[in-house]
């Protein structure tokens, strides 16, 4: 039998996301369990592929499979496609696997031409019904199916209502929308030098390939790039016939959260719109009622309503996000899928789940999106700052956090001024796609318009970004550039405060805490993670402020401390640069004599701050001319305080300056070079840790680290140097202090002969970033110039710097381990760059058996909740 692209809903339930795409799982899922929706089809997304594949094509068998469903559903409705009685209206939709929003779009009322239109107005002895749903379905078909702007055609509304006198949409009369119906066919033959199409199949193949043709549009290849979504999933298109919401005041559209998306609190949050149709509240076009309108104007329905949502609960198990359609007093549901929510929303509600009995506790752990963990460690306001400002305006508070900015009005301008180090609010009157690099860029979005299901409203709580939303206070006026409220204009240098909380809009910069991370919700959640995960969690920390941040976080110990960021204090520079311009060794270790003092007392405050947690420092790592100055002045200035000529000492800066830096005279080269900079920094090391061991009676565990190691005898010459110094400090000490020698792990070379240099470590520890320098050949400082045109030709699809290359990085990783263990059993293994905070990353090197990772402080709950997720997730898979 040949292959299945076209599935039922009623057929379709159990075949899964990835063939069916969220919106159309959800639709076959809803009618296996009894709720009433709308019947129709779903094209599945290896439909999609093969679009692709064919030249972006629809193949013949498949169009006539559409056609033959089609059939199925005039059955099914006892309705006929373009027929002169009872006619079937469908929509088109698109669904991907995971949802999208405002990224791919649909289609309503396709099916509509003149002949339609009047057997429809006839039937249902509604003019105004009818000619209502087909201007809209000119318009949508013309901006969806065609790709040409709504601008022209929304403007004629516009006009017509402004001529009339209308305020609302519903007030248009059925002969002023017949005359709007022409208006929009003209427009479209003008246009397109075609007429509107009126075979109802040549207007579903166009939608349908419509649909597909979108996979690939520039927004929705920006917002896959920005969630990790391949691009081969595809995208499905669903079928459906048509739930009238625009049919008069026992009709009506809406959307519905089983559970408050903002805080998780278990009450139905939802609303409802007379009269209109899905997209008018999608588009913020008319701002909804609550939901108690619906109470009030049809209690039947509504009692329904309320008890379909309960019901979808128990069946998923999890928050719902729901679209659903009242025609003449019959509900519908049309879209269900696990609502999106704010970080703390998802906190609350998986604890609730728990408590319901409706989900375990590894479930929980589950549940929460890793990714946007961190927003819960956002900023908000300081309580009595807040209590001292007053607010200008307030909106719905629509995203979580809080945000202070001054004002921008454009996504370009929010994104320039952010990029020239600007704090900026983003000012819109309702955002849509092409604002989302705008949206990255703020500290938090204002709208004028617009619920909590708009566009900004979504993306903003995806994105974890404080947004106050269909603010009507405020009166954006784009060109000028101004927001207006109460009277009060505001411009691009007026700074706005944004109480994501509250939706409560502020003049002026309020000051920002930190969230308590131990109590009430998550601490529960974190002892739940603790005890699921095996990976140990470490930080990547330099400065005391860091170490004690990091472990308010979580952290067990520090998987780096980077020397060097410790030489650019002011006092320290100075004898820094002495030493790297030194004619004579004696010269030298006079100069590293003045550092090491200052070097030992940084290792103190952060052994102290550790409490006997291991500490692992990296010996100095970078070229030593990045210490020395570049202006002229700077130059002059430092010849004189060591008494050299500026000529003397630009000669050693030329002499340092290499055509590779990265590649150059580093890491463990520069003790190979300079011994005495390995004694230096040993024995600052062991020192310090003498100091501390005595002064608390806890003994320090200190891990020296050798960067940039590519050959056991190279390891084997610097740990010469670092045990004989240490060796004799400990043994003078008379103090039992144990420390420490291993490497890191970041020149392919090194992973390529992890066996042999195992046998001289103790630990090896995965630099990533340069591990995947040297194995891309990618200068990491000169990549962000050609990546874009990686991605956008699709060669890769993420940032290898930021998700580990599990494929090639990571087959060198698995590689290193396991030889490494091979020849040395005890050896200790952890990762401690960009990737040890990154989720998809820590489940790899969950599963290729390492021992720890180590992270920026902010990065350490992420990294431990990531950690458990993988543990549960492999047990899961047993
Ligand atoms: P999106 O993914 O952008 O939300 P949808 O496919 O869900 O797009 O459709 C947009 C709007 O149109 C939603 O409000 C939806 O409920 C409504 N809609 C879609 N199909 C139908 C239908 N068959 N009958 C009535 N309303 C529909
Ligand atoms: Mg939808
Ligand atoms: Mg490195």
């Not at 439909?47 to 469903?69: I, M, Q, R, T």
């Not at 030098?193 to 109802?200: A, Q, R, Y």
């Not at 520090?558 to 320290?572: P, V, Y």
């Not at 290193?816 to 489940?843: D, F, P, Y």
């Amino acid at each position: 039998m040949s292959k299945q692209y076209v599935f039922h809903f009623k057929e379709a339930y159990g075949l899964g996301k990835e063939l069916l795409g969220g919106k159309g799982a959800g639709l076959a899922e809803m009618t296996h369990i009894g709720v009433p929706i709308p019947q129709g089809f779903t094209i599945t997304t290896e439909a999609c592929n093969l679009y692709y594949e064919s030249g972006k094509k629809l193949p013949e068998f498949l169009v006539k499979d559409v056609k033959d469903a089609i059939k199925v559903v005039e059955k099914e409705t006892g309705k006929n496609f373009g027929g002169n009685k009872n006619p079937l209206l469908v929509s088109v939709r698109s669904g991907a696997r995971v949802s999208m929003p405002g990224m791919m779009d649909t289609i309503l009322n396709l099916g509509l031409n003149d002949t339609t239109v009047e057997v429809l107005a006839k039937e249902t002895s509604n003019e105004r019904f009818a000619y209502d749903s087909y201007r809209r379905f000119i318009l949508m078909f013309t901006n969806i199916a065609k790709g040409h702007p709504r601008t022209a055609m929304d403007k004629m509304l516009e006009e017509l209502k402004e001529e009339k006198g209308y305020k609302l949409d519903t007030e248009v009369k059925a002969d002023e929308l017949k005359e709007l119906v022409k208006k929009y066919k003209q427009y479209y033959k003008e246009t397109f030098k075609e007429d509107f199409p009126s075979d109802p199949y040549v207007q579903l193949m166009e939608a349908v390939t419509a649909v597909f043709r979108s996979w690939d549009n520039p927004r929705a290849n920006v917002y896959r790039m920005m969630n990790n979504i391949p691009y081969s999933w595809g995208t499905a298109v669903n079928v459906q016939s048509m739930a009238f919401g625009n049919k008069g005041e026992t009709s009506g559209t809406g959307v519905a959260f089983s559970r408050n998306p903002g805080t998780g609190e278990k009450v139905v949050s939802a609303e409802y719109l007379p009269n209109a149709q899905g997209e008018d509240v999608v588009a913020g076009i008319r701002t909804p009622l609550h939901i108690d309108e619906l109470q009030k104007r049809m209690p039947d329905v509504y009692k329904q309503f309320m008890d379909t949502i309960k019901l979808m609960e128990k069946h998923y198990r999890d928050m719902q996000d729901m679209e659903f359609t009242v025609e003449d007093g019959k509900l519908y549901f049309l879209q269900t899928r696990n609502g999106k929510r704010t970080p703390a929303a998802a906190l609350k509600i998986a604890c609730d789940l728990v408590d319901e009995g409706l989900i375990d506790e590894k479930e929980a752990v589950l549940r929460i999106d890793a990714m946007s963990f961190d927003k819960l460690l956002l900023p908000a306001f300081d309580k009595d700052d807040l209590a001292k400002a007053t607010p200008i305006a307030t909106g719905l508070a629509a995203g979580p956090g809080a945000g202070t900015g001054k004002l921008a009005f454009t996504a370009e301008e929010a994104e320039e001024r952010h990029a020239n180090g600007e704090k900026v609010v983003l000012v819109r009157a309702e955002t849509s796609p092409e604002d989302i690099v705008g949206m990255v860029a703020a500290e938090a979005v204002l709208t004028m318009r617009g619920g909590m299901t708009s566009h900004a409203a979504v993306v903003a709580r995806g994105m974890g970004k404080c947004c106050v939303c269909g603010c009507s206070e405020a009166v954006i006026d784009e060109e000028k550039r101004t927001v207006t409220i109460n009277g009060k204009v505001y411009t691009d240098q007026d700074v706005f405060s944004l109480d994501g909380s509250t939706g409560k809009v502020y003049l002026g910069t309020i000051k920002t805490v930190m969230p308590d991370l131990t109590s009430g919700y998550f601490g529960r959640l974190m002892k739940w993670v603790d005890e699921n995960r095996t990976l140990k969690v470490r930080t990547n920390a330099d400065t005391p402020r860091d170490a004690k941040q990091a472990r308010e976080f979580g952290a067990q110990g520090i998987g780096l401390c980077r020397t060097e960021h410790m030489f650019f204090d002011k006092d320290r520079i100075f004898s820094m640069r002495k030493m790297i311009l030194a004619d004579t060794k004696e010269q030298r270790e006079a100069a590293l004599a003045e550092l090491e003092p200052m070097q030992q007392k940084d290792f103190e405050d952060l052994y102290e701050i550790m409490e006997g947690l291991n500490v692992n420092v990296r010996l100095l790592d970078p070229p030593l001319h990045e210490f020395l100055p570049q202006e002229e002045s700077l130059i002059e200035e430092l010849a004189n305080a060591i008494g050299k000529t500026v000529e003397q000492v630009k000669d050693r800066i030329g002499e340092l300056h290499e055509a590779n830096p990265m590649m150059g005279h580093r890491g463990c080269r520069l003790a190979v070079t300079y011994p005495e900079i390995c004694k230096m920094q040993t024995t600052a090391i062991i020192k310090a840790a003498i100091n501390v061991s005595k002064k608390t009676g806890k003994l320090v565990k200190p891990e020296i680290m050798v960067p940039l190691v590519l050959e056991v005898k190279e390891l084997k010459f610097v740990k010469n140097i670092i045990c004989a110094t240490a060796d004799k400090l400990i043994a003078e000490s008379g103090l039992n202090l144990k420390y420490h020698v291993g490497t890191m792990i970041e020149i392919p070379r090194a992973a390529l002969l992890a066996d042999e240099i195992a046998q001289e470590a103790e630990f090896f520890s995965f630099g990533t970033n340069d591990l995947t320098q040297m194995t891309f050949g990618f200068s990491r400082d000169d990549v962000t110039k050609f990546l874009p045109d990686y991605y956008s030709n699709k060669i890769f699809e993420e940032d290898p710097f930021k998700t580990l290359d599990q494929n090639g990085v990571g087959k060198l990783v698995d590689m290193a381990v396991k030889l490494g263990r091979s020849t040395n059993k005890h050896l200790h293994i952890g990762v401690c760059c960009e990737t040890g905070g990154e989720a998809k990353s820590i489940e790899f090197y969950h599963k290729a058996g390492l021992d720890y990772v180590s992270c920026s402080p902010f990065r350490v709950p992420v990294a431990r909740l990531a950690a458990a997720q993988a543990a549960i997730k492999e047990k899961l898979a047993k």
